[in-house]
């Protein structure tokens, strides 16, 4: 049972892994009503016999069956095409940050903060305190306040990475010599993790990611502590 549930998609703390859990949970309804509908059918097929000597053509059906499905297409396609304009539009953001992938790290900038940039390095299975996260806990944590929009510019030094937070909905390629874009916006406090989501080497799965979502007074105040 616990696996399970373990299939199901993280909380969702942004507007956007909102849309997408909607969106997927929408489309399940109708793929299982279709299935369900089909296995009936085939039901029906195996145990009865539905002949008539005289039966030539039924225009009705047929109309039915080709326009249904164009109804069903559509049901799924709009909804599907108001999540992509989410994900891709660009709004005007109120912090701007860069991300860059490494050899087996990430790390992190706040342009708009004189000095302000750290590397994220995972710590060691050995040296985790309780309660913490194998493969998950880093040294520095990426920090944003929250209810903000924030825009992050997103490249790699060396060769293709992902940045990648599940429960926000976020999944960007970091490619070496081009600038990836996304903007997002967190909804609630906490501590949310990710990891990167390309094959990029060896050491693949020890890339964490550890985004710290916090409010702005304690934003501010972490700010200040660091310019000191």
């Given amino acids: 049972m616990l696996t399970w549930f373990m299939l199901n998609f993280q909380d969702a703390s942004s507007a956007v892994m909102e849309q997408l859990i909607f969106f997927h949970d929408f489309a399940m309804i109708v ?10 059918n085939l039901l029906f097929i195996c145990y009865f016999q539905f002949t008539y000597r005289f039966f ?22 709009l909804p599907s095409l108001r ?12 912090l701007t940050m860069k991300v860059m992938g490494h050899q087996w790290y990430w790390s992190y ?19 985790l305190m309780t309660g913490e996260f194998r493969l998950l806990e880093t040294d520095n944590s990426l920090v944003i306040p929250v209810s903000m929009q924030v825009r992050m ?22 490619v070496p010599g081009r ?8 909804n ?10 390309e094959i990029c080497g060896s050491n693949h799965s020890f890339m964490p990611i550890k985004l710290e979502v916090v409010p702005m007074s304690y934003f501010i105040s972490w700010l200040g502590n660091l310019e000191l």
């Fill in 31 to 40: 793929i299982i009503f279709i299935w369900a509908l089909v296995g009936v």
């Fill in 56 to 77: 030539n053509q039924e225009q009705t059906v047929e109309t039915i069956w080709t326009v249904v499905p164009i109804f069903i297409l559509l049901a799924i396609a």
């Fill in 83 to 94: 999540v992509l304009y989410f994900l891709d539009d660009s709004f005007d953001s109120y």
């Fill in 109 to 127: 900038e706040y342009p708009y903060f004189k000095n302000l940039s750290f590397d994220s390095y995972m710590i060691p299975t050995k040296d």
């Fill in 153 to 174: 510019i997103v490249s790699a030094g060396d060769v293709i990475h992902a940045w990648a937070v599940p429960s926000l909905g976020l999944k960007v390629d970091a």
């Fill in 179 to 186: 600038l990836n874009q996304i903007n997002f916006m967190v």
């Fill in 188 to 197: 609630r406090c906490g501590i949310f993790y990710g990891q990167c989501s």
